[in-house]
């Protein structure tokens, strides 16, 4: 079966300091995969998605970056965090493709920037 | 711009009523729509999707593209539905998911 899996689930750091976020998804292969923020009273602000190795669409212009090494691995990264970036990190996979399929969401990252 | 809107951030209605969660979409094409539920301290999990036009734990959502809606209904409400519930909208033929805001709802005891 499919697991997705993200580290660490709790991360606190400073102001100016980098950031990396890892997810990982196992069972699949070729998934399409997403990072989102989730904030309170904002919903899901989807952050970066990407259909194969290399290939990475950026929805909103900030301070972070993704990439994608790997198949199944997504990397949300920054050079230096700003305060605004402190929010919980969700990562998602779908099969390949475009259509009505199923996101499938790994436990999230909490990350705090003080 | 497509947009999904959740009007309501929080709802509380007593255990045993019916249950009414509003998503209204602005798409001027044929959307793909879903309802994702988070329990507390569980991931985000898919619900339900209009494709499918079934019933998930007694939850129904009919699309009504005349208003451009997609609204979750359940017609009495359990206190193991309390959960935060996120409206989304998926165009067809792109990779892209557009999540609304969210509605917390608190099923009373």
């Known amino acids: 079966s499919q697991t997705i899996h993200q580290w660490p689930a709790t991360l606190v750091q400073p102001v100016g300091s980098p950031l990396s976020l890892e997810c990982t998804v196992e069972?699949?292969?070729?998934?399409?995969l997403y990072w989102y923020r989730q904030a309170a009273g904002r919903g899901l602000q989807l952050l970066f998605y990407s259909v194969g190795i290399g290939q990475i669409s950026s929805e909103v212009p900030q301070n972070l970056s993704a990439s994608r090494p790997q198949d199944r691995q997504f990397i949300l990264s920054s050079k230096k965090l700003l305060l605004s970036d402190s929010g919980f990190y969700l990562c998602?996979?779908?099969?390949?493709?475009?259509?009505?399929?199923?996101?499938?969401f790994g436990p999230g990252t909490r990350l705090t920037v003080t | 711009a497509q947009r999904v809107t959740q009007p309501e951030k929080l709802l509380s209605v007593f255990k045993g009523a019916p249950v009414e969660l509003k998503c209204n979409y602005s798409y001027s094409g044929s959307p793909e729509l879903f309802w994702y539920v988070q329990y507390s301290r569980q991931r985000l999990q898919l619900l339900l999707r209009h494709i499918s036009r079934e019933s998930i734990k007694g939850f129904t959502a009919d699309l009504n593209k005349g208003e451009t809606s997609f609204h979750l209904k359940k017609p009495f409400a359990q206190e193991e539905d309390s959960a935060m519930y996120y409206c989304a909208l998926s165009r067809s033929g792109t990779y892209k998911y557009i999540f609304g805001t969210g509605t917390r709802l608190k099923v009373l005891a």
């Open positions: 998602a996979w779908s099969v390949a493709g475009t259509g009505a399929y199923e996101q499938y």
């Open positions: 069972g699949t292969s070729n998934p399409n």
